[in-house]
T-cell receptor, first 114, second 115 residues
C-alpha cells in the first residue's frame, strides 16, 4: 500500500532563510509524488510533481524537491522564504492501483517570521 | 480557462437533514474525484468517477453517502441523515483522463457544518 509521512506538523522559519519540509513515502511501485500548497480559505494548488523523469524537480515560486529512492524521501525546499509562503503544505502519492487517487500526508504548516 | 468550481462554498445544516454538494470540473476532464478534509488533517479519498461511472467508491464512509455524475461532467455528492461527524471540507478534483502522472486540479471546497 502507498503512504506518505510528513515528519513535521509545524515549521517556523525567518523570512529570507531556507525552507525544508520533509516527506517520506512508502510505495511498492515506482511512485508519482506531488507537493501541494493550501493557503487559508483557498483551494489546493500544485507546487511540483515527480513522475520518474528527473530526480530534482523544480516547481513554482522557487520551490524544488529531490526524489531519493534510497532514502524513500521527497523533501521540499526553497532557498529563501517569503512571507507569502506561509501556508499548509501536503505531500501526496498517487495510488497506481488503477484509480490514481491521491493519498495525502497529514500536512505541514509553514510559518514565516518577519 | 475556468478551474474546478464547487457550490455552495459553505453549508450549515441540522443533524438528520439531507444535503447536496455540487462540483463542476474543468471542461473536458473525464476523471473526477471527491475528497473529504477534516480539521487539521489531509484530504481523504471518497469516490472516483471516470466519465459517468463511479470507478471506485471505496472511500465512502457508509451508505448515507452517494455521488452521481449523470452526464460525465457535473457531479453531486449527496449525504443523507447528516451527522455531526460529517462536518468537514468536501473537495472535488478533476484530471484530464485519470492516470498516475496526471495532476489533479482542485476546487475551493464546500465547508459543511452539521449542527
Amino acid at each position: 500500500a502507498q503512504s506518505v509521512t510528513q515528519l513535521d506538523s509545524h515549521v517556523s522559519v525567518s523570512e529570507g532563510t531556507p525552507v525544508l519540509l520533509r516527506c517520506n513515502y512508502s510505495s511498492s511501485y515506482s511512485p508519482s509524488l506531488f507537493w501541494y500548497v493550501q493557503h487559508p480559505n483557498k483551494g489546493l494548488q500544485l507546487l511540483l510533481k515527480y513522475t520518474s523523469a528527473a530526480t530534482l524537480v523544480k516547481g513554482i515560486n522557487g520551490f524544488e524537491a529531490e526524489f531519493k529512492k534510497s532514502e524513500t524521501s521527497f523533501h521540499l525546499t526553497k532557498p529563501s522564504a517569503h512571507m507569502s509562503d506561509a501556508a499548509e503544505y501536503f505531500c501526496v502519492v498517487s495510488d497506481p492501483s488503477g484509480t490514481y487517487k491521491y493519498i495525502f500526508g497529514t500536512g505541514t504548516r509553514l510559518k514565516v517570521l518577519a | 480557462g475556468a478551474g474546478v468550481s464547487q457550490t455552495p462554498s459553505n453549508k450549515v445544516t441540522e443533524k438528520g437533514k439531507y444535503v447536496e454538494l455540487r462540483c463542476d470540473p474543468i471542461s473536458g476532464h473525464t476523471a473526477l474525484y471527491w475528497y473529504r478534509q477534516s480539521l487539521g488533517q489531509g484530504p481523504e479519498f471518497l469516490i472516483y468517477f471516470q466519465g459517468t461511472g463511479a470507478a471506485d467508491d471505496s472511500g465512502l464512509p457508509n451508505d448515507r453517502f452517494f455521488a452521481v455524475r449523470p452526464e460525465g461532467s457535473v457531479s453531486t455528492l449527496k449525504i443523507q441523515r447528516t451527522e455531526r461527524g460529517d462536518s468537514a471540507v468536501y473537495l472535488c478534483a478533476s484530471s484530464n483522463s485519470g492516470s498516475q502522472m496526471e495532476t489533479q486540479y482542485f476546487g475551493p471546497g464546500t465547508r459543511l457544518l452539521v449542527l
